[in-house]
């Protein structure tokens, strides 16, 4: 990718679905894909990509060359970036993300390992329900910011700049 000038995001925990037939009903894909999105938005994932994304487009807005972006997001990208102002909500959305790599693992072992159904349809089940839990931990992490009305949004204005607020009443700002 490098080679080709090709931008990535490699998110490190975002799970397999346990593509099992047993597991690949459309209800339960959409319930799996649903809690996982809900993982990777609370904990700040999507807005790292979504700032990386905002980056290319405005450098390429002003005529500057522009590279694209080149992203592999870990649980140190919550730790450090995702604007978590309490140091507990910050945990539970690293332990949230944490669950979510924990879960992949299993899913690839259940998928690709295990070949014995009386193995491999516990093992989806259980990653299923840890993928459950870690959008529940993500959730409660976001819950915690809005108790103390500290939940940062960051909005586009019209032009497409930034604009950002972390109390719900208040309009926000544009950043420079």
């Keep these: 990718m490098e080679e080709q000038g090709l931008g990535y995001a490699i998110i490190m925990g975002d799970p397999l679905i346990g593509a099992r037939k047993e597991f690949l009903d459309s209800l339960e894909m959409a ?41 592999i997001i870990d649980t140190d990208d919550i730790r450090d970036s995702a604007n978590f102002r309490n140091p507990y909500a910050k945990a539970k959305a690293m332990a949230a993300y944490e669950m979510l790599k924990k879960a992949a693992d299993i899913n690839v072992k259940a998928c690709f390992v295990e070949k014995d159904k009386e193995k491999y349809i516990p093992l989806v089940a259980c990653a299923h329900e840890i993928v459950q839990a870690s959008a529940n931990l993500a ?12 939940l940062l949004r960051t909005p586009h204005a019209k032009d497409g700049r930034l604009k950002i607020k972390d109390k719900l009443m208040f309009y926000p700002n544009k950043i420079d």
Excluded: C, H
Excluded at 139 to 150: H, L, M, S, V
């Design 31 to 71: 319930i799996f894909n649903s809690n996982v999105i809900k993982v990777l938005a609370s904990t700040g994932i999507f807005r790292t990509i979504f700032q990386a994304i905002d980056a290319t487009i405005n450098s390429l807005k002003i005529g500057s060359r522009s590279s694209l972006p080149k992203l």
């Design 139 to 150: 959730e409660e992490a976001r819950e915690i910011e809005k108790y103390t009305d500290r």
